[in-house]
């Protein structure tokens, strides 16, 4: 029983991102452009606008395109499921949580965390705040069949 969920957001593609990927990179390259047929120099904050403009219109094209910077980063959020561990990370910026199958006693769905109960009362919480309400029933789906798989009680408190 090995269960993945993909707990990163969805980027959409938007063409209003590329509009603004593409205008941005224009102006990165018309800018030198523009300053070698005037006859001037190119000085050190020419250089640093041109750098920033297109690094905007490369982050503004993948953007439209649906590549989400934190997965292009190798930042991933999940949530693995298999025969001796539930393994989450709900963030970008955190840890990863393990919980042992065999340690969990019962699971309780709140509002914004979900709280894996241990046998020993430790609690470990698994925050689902600025999820889209998809991705938290998919998430109380898997939850809901490993507690059915494994005898473990599940509480919706919602």
Request: glycine letters at 6%; charged letters at 20%; zero cysteines.
């Amino acid at each position: 029983m090995n269960k993945f969920l993909s707990l990163q957001p969805q980027q959409k593609r938007s063409s209003i991102r590329i509009f603004f990927g593409i205008v941005s990179i224009v102006i990165a390259i018309g800018l030198p452009v523009y300053t070698l047929i005037n006859g001037a120099s190119m000085d050190s904050i020419k250089w640093i606008f041109m750098f920033l403009f297109s690094a905007q219109g490369v982050i503004y094209l993948l953007m439209g395109y649906g590549i989400s910077l934190p997965e292009l980063f190798g930042k991933k959020t999940y949530l693995i499921i298999n025969e001796t561990e539930i393994r989450f990370k709900t963030s970008n910026y955190e840890k990863e949580s393990v919980v042992a199958i065999d340690q969990i006693k019962k699971i309780e769905l709140k509002y914004k965390h979900y709280d894996f109960i241990l046998k020993d009362d430790q609690v470990v919480e698994m925050y689902v705040t600025g999820f889209e309400n998809q991705l938290l029933e998919d998430i109380k789906f898997l939850l809901s069949e490993f507690a059915e798989e494994n005898g473990v009680d599940i509480l919706n408190s919602i």
